[in-house]
């Protein structure tokens, strides 16, 4: 992967970056819901960093090129997609792929959940960049199937039935963001988050405060009051979400991000051989995720980070 945007001499703690990438890792568990297959994830840069000697092991600074970062497979089975070569998984990108490229590409390709990982390496980056300027950026699953998970983000018991899969709800925050970042229409701050948030694979969904509750709402009950306290305008609640006209306005940035069940279950299913174009029945074999919440969690965390520092180095 390439990152380019970073300013010459920025820090990087590669501890605290691979930290942030196991989180996202495949076979850490996740309530029993992650995939079994188990990946290190070790992040190895080949460009754009040198060795800081004065901040110590495991610390390197940018030198102002374009960074580049490699994070390799160590435990792939390809067969596990072999009936899938012709046949789209329903509700996949499988068919996506075959009208752009002609072909299924084994796991998934350019349209896997995979691609998450590099998304967090950067993500990651800037979540130190940002936390350097006071803001801060966190994300957790608060539906799992349908149902409310605890305060910690752990999901309800049996919340997926054997064989099959369940989406889920993540809420994402980042604090401490200045006001006035953004701008209006495509220019504007929940504009480009939104085109983050989307580039997650298994997003379906996107709002921002209160969301689609406030189609349902009076003006009188969805309005934010303005106040003044310590010498600054602040708002009483937070039903926009942060953002006003597609401004930050100094409070919270809350988004929710709803993510579809994944697609890869071990249920039948019917589709079609796209070679023959004839009906087919399909039932996906290998290791999947039961719900993509959870490591989709951490991805968010990356996707805000990644647009709102775009933001604060405009």
Sequence with gaps: MEIEGVPSGTPIDCVELQRFLDRRAPGRGQGGLSTPRAEPDRIIFTEGVV??????EGRVVTDGERIRAVIRNTNTRP???????TVPRPGHADYAAWLKDGRIPTG????????????CIAGGIALQMLARRGISIAARVIRCGGLACDASGAPPADCCPPGDSVGGLVEVVATGVPAGLGDVGEAGLESHLAAAFFGIPAVKGVEFGDGFRLAEM???EANDPFDVVDGKVVLRTNRCGGILGGVSVGAPIVARLAFKPTPSIALEQDSVDLRTMTPA???????HDRCVAFRGAVAAEAAMAVAILAEVLT
């Design 51 to 56: 060795t800081d000697v004065e901040a110590g």
């Design 79 to 85: 067969q596990d997609y072999a009936n899938v070569a």
């Design 108 to 119: 998934g390709g350019r349209w896997s959940g995979r691609m998450t990982a590099p998304l």
């Design 218 to 220: 009076r003006g009188s």
């Design 281 to 287: 029945r399909i039932a996906v074999k290998g290791r």
